[in-house]
């Protein structure tokens, strides 16, 4: 097998132990125990502030922690020096040297590190042929494009052959059309490559797309670990259901329990789901797509609403509607609807998900 090939970069897992780190009173993460195998693509995914890039940041040697420790197989890492570890990092801004040509960006870090000339020199070849740049060698980084560059960032973090790539938001400087092409590149590159990689986003679609697991978090927390399929089907709460398109979270009132359903009812609106958890209490929240709605009820589930907005969004239209009683539910129809317009909705059973009532007051 050659080293191009090598799954895992050179480790079976790596494990985080109770990494936990403080900011003064402030805890950036809390006790975050997660174990990655070797070849493995793991997304940290949360809003601003969740603690993703501490958690990178911990993870390259870049912050010391404060409490727990991190392995990587039998080795104990977290104190080492950032240089030592072994890891590559892509971050957002790309972090490019300005007055040094792409092919010596890339070429930066195996000098550094003392690799022969005629080494250097075949290696970054061979980095910048898989990033599709070798006719950009020449230039300077700040004659190409956003992608270009976030390209050569992939390839300068590639070239030293890591154990381990960190990426902290690499697409969000790119343009809505760039990113999706730059997230195809990077799921190829790991395809092909098979280097073990944590990617930090805030963006879903990002996470499910690229990852084999998906870690989600808030407020220094781990709320759910899964695959893209676990966490987007079955989310584990009302916060990872929102952060997984769940636009609907309907705090209602539970008028009948039935074995495995529950009833939620209101006036205008009727909805039998499937709980996710165990719940006591007079109210619960319903958590549904706005994709999963058909036109007309499914068995007893019903919503009537009036139209508000309708967005033309090319296969469908995306709709806003109000309830009698006042609840904004989000939709998407294939047919256009016009504000004012009077419909029913349904939706399957076991695509209403029930959750205890814990979300937040509205402020
Ligand atoms: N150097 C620092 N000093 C003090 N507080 C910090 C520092 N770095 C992060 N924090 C705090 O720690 C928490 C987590 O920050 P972190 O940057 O890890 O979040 P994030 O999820 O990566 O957010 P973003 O996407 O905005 O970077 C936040 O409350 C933040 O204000």
Redesign the pocket.
């Known amino acids: 097998m050659t080293e191009r090939e090598a799954p895992s970069g050179g480790f079976r897992a790596l494990r985080m132990d109770g990494v936990s780190r403080r900011?003064?009173t402030?805890t950036?993460l809390d006790r975050l125990d997660l174990t990655i195998e070797g070849g493995e693509f793991i997304a940290l995914l949360?809003p601003?502030?969740?603690?993703?890039?501490?958690?990178l940041n911990c993870l390259a040697g870049l912050l010391p922690l404060t409490g727990g420790g991190i392995w990587l197989d039998d080795e104990r890492i977290d104190g080492l020096p950032p240089e030592k570890r072994g890891f590559g990092m892509v971050f957002q801004n790309y972090a490019l040297f300005p007055h040094l040509t792409v092919r010596k960006n890339v070429g930066f870090g195996l000098a550094i590190r003392g690799v022969s000339r005629q080494e250097t020199a075949r290696r970054v070849d061979e980095a910048l042929a898989l990033v599709e740049l070798t006719d950009q060698a020449h230039k300077l980084p700040g004659k190409l494009s956003g992608g270009q560059q976030q390209r050569v960032a992939i390839a300068r973090a590639i070239v030293i052959r890591p154990r381990l790539v960190l990426m902290d938001?690499p697409l969000s400087n790119l343009d809505a059309k760039l990113r999706l092409q730059m997230r195809t590149e990077i799921r190829k590159l790991h395809q092909s490559l098979g280097l073990t990689t944590v990617y930090?986003t805030?963006d879903q679609e990002e996470a499910l797309a690229l990852a084999d697991r998906v870690v989600v978090?808030r407020g220094?927390v781990v709320e759910q670990i899964g695959s893209p399929e676990e966490v987007y089907t079955y989310p584990r709460n009302t916060y990872v259901a929102g952060f997984m398109g769940y636009r609907n979270l309907l705090r209602l009132p539970v008028t009948a329990r039935d074995g495995d359903k529950v009833t939620l009812a209101d006036p205008g609106l009727r909805l039998t789901g499937t709980p996710q958890e165990e719940f006591t209490g007079d109210t619960a929240v319903a958590a549904i797509r706005p994709e999963d709605f058909t036109v007309g009820a499914v068995e007893s589930n019903s919503i009537r609403l009036s139209v508000e907005v309708a967005e033309f969004h090319g296969r469908e239209m995306a709709v806003e509607g109000v309830t009698e009683s006042g609840r904004v539910i989000h939709f998407r129809v294939p047919d256009r609807l016009h504000p004012g317009e009077k419909i029913e909705l349904g939706v399957p059973s076991p695509r209403v998900l029930i959750f205890s009532d814990n979300l937040p007051e509205p402020e």
């Open positions: 900011f003064g402030t950036a949360g601003s502030g969740c603690g993703k890039s501490t958690a938001e930090v805030h978090l220094g």
